[in-house]
């Protein structure tokens, strides 16, 4: 059974950063495409940052471009966001997500394309 697991969430004052990580368990075969979407109230979910893991290939929303950072441990089956100069249009809750291994289809930010959802992290950015 696939389990992800986030953590690192928080409260932090406009242009301050976080890092949230990913733990993933329950497959073996590791390469696959991950992601971080966020919620705002209101909102419908969208992708913020998406890696293959293993293989290095990355994709960002527009909106985050150059502030967040999505990366990997993969020994240690961890993805993590690193988000910087945060704003507080930033504040949302925050999720994992991963798709199956085999599925390589583009739109790699789309929630739609992922199978597997963590239950959450809470980013609150006051301005």
């Known amino acids: 059974q696939v389990q992800l697991v986030e953590s690192g969430g928080g409260s932090v004052q406009s242009g301050g950063s976080l890092r949230l990580s990913c733990v993933a368990s329950?497959?073996?075969?590791?390469?696959?495409?991950m992601g971080w979407f966020r919620q705002r109230p209101g909102k419908e979910r969208e992708g913020v940052a998406a890696i293959y893991t293993g293989g290095g290939a990355t994709d960002y929303a527009a909106s985050v471009k150059d502030r967040f950072t999505i990366s990997e441990d993969y020994a240690e089956n961890t993805v993590y966001l690193q988000m910087n100069s945060l704003k507080a249009e930033d504040t949302a809750m925050y999720y994992c997500?991963?798709?199956?291994?085999?599925?390589?289809?583009?739109?790699?930010?789309?929630?739609?394309?992922?199978?597997?959802w963590g239950q959450g992290t809470q980013v609150t950015v006051s301005s």
């Open positions: 997500a991963a798709r199956e291994e085999n599925d390589l289809r583009h739109a790699y930010l789309s929630p739609v394309t992922y199978d597997y």
């Open positions: 329950g497959y073996t075969n590791r390469r696959r495409w």
